[in-house]
């Protein structure tokens, strides 16, 4: 059974840091491209950034650019989410999301709250 | 960036009814176009992609058609477990995947 599990959100400083976490299981993780996708309370879905399958092709949206790292450790399973300089408006859940393209799995997300 | 709109932005159907729900994008996506569900506090779930292609396990009373910059997801005979948000994505020209805003089907 293919598993997404997010990791590492919490209440975090405007300004701060927080790295998250995706633990992958049940499917061949280094063979899949993925994605973080984030929702704001009561709002949309929101794509963040991509890694392909060897890290060698990344995108990000504008809204994070500059400011949040993707990176994937094929080894280890897992997908991180590094977000620096955290803003209030990046107060979501946070959701690891598998495939190019269109998205046939996602974990059940992680809460990010920016607040002072 | 494909902008994605919805309509409408809420819709109350009754059960055992049919939902017609609208998807439209900014400029032609071909038919690199996904719908999810999302049930308050999960996950999103891949019911349609290519425009037109149940996801696995997803089923058949949900179908999705259109190309280009139109398309429609019908649910048939809505059941109780049908009551959701549902999204529809494009994956044509990217980054960015763009979401719509969400169509809510509520119980009339």
């Known amino acids: 059974e293919v598993q997404l599990a997010e990791s590492g959100g919490g209440l975090v400083q405007p300004g701060g840091s927080l790295r998250l976490s995706c633990a992958a299981s049940?499917?061949?993780?280094?063979?899949?491209?993925m994605n973080w996708v984030r929702q704001a309370p009561g709002k949309g879905l929101e794509w963040l950034s991509y890694?392909?399958?060897?890290?060698?092709?990344?995108y990000y949206a504008d809204s994070v650019k500059g400011r949040f790292t993707i990176s994937r450790d094929n080894a280890k399973n897992s997908l991180y989410l590094q977000m620096n300089s955290l803003r209030d408006e990046d107060t979501a859940v946070y959701y690891c999301?598998?495939?190019?393209?269109?998205?046939?799995?996602w974990g059940q997300g992680t809460l990010v709250t920016v607040s002072s | 960036e494909i902008v994605m709109t919805q309509s409408p932005a809420t819709l109350s159907v009754s059960p055992g009814e049919r939902a017609t729900l609208s998807c439209r994008a900014s400029?032609?996506?071909?038919?690199?176009l996904a719908w999810y569900q999302q049930k308050p506090g999960q996950a999103p779930r891949l019911l349609i992609y290519?425009?037109?292609t149940r996801a696995t396990g997803i089923p058949a009373r949900f179908s999705g058609s259109g190309s280009g910059t139109e398309f429609t997801l019908t649910i048939s005979s809505l059941q109780s477990e049908d009551f959701a948000v549902y999204y529809c994505?494009?994956?044509?020209?990217?980054?960015?995947?763009?979401f719509g805003p969400g169509t809510k089907v509520d119980i009339k």
């Open positions: 999301a598998r495939d190019r393209g269109y998205s046939t799995y």
């Open positions: 290519g425009a037109s």
């Open positions: 890694i392909s399958v060897t890290g060698d092709t990344i």
């Open positions: 049940g499917f061949t993780f280094s063979s899949y491209s």
């Open positions: 994505q494009q994956y044509n020209n990217w980054p960015p995947l763009t």
């Open positions: 400029q032609s996506v071909s038919s690199n």
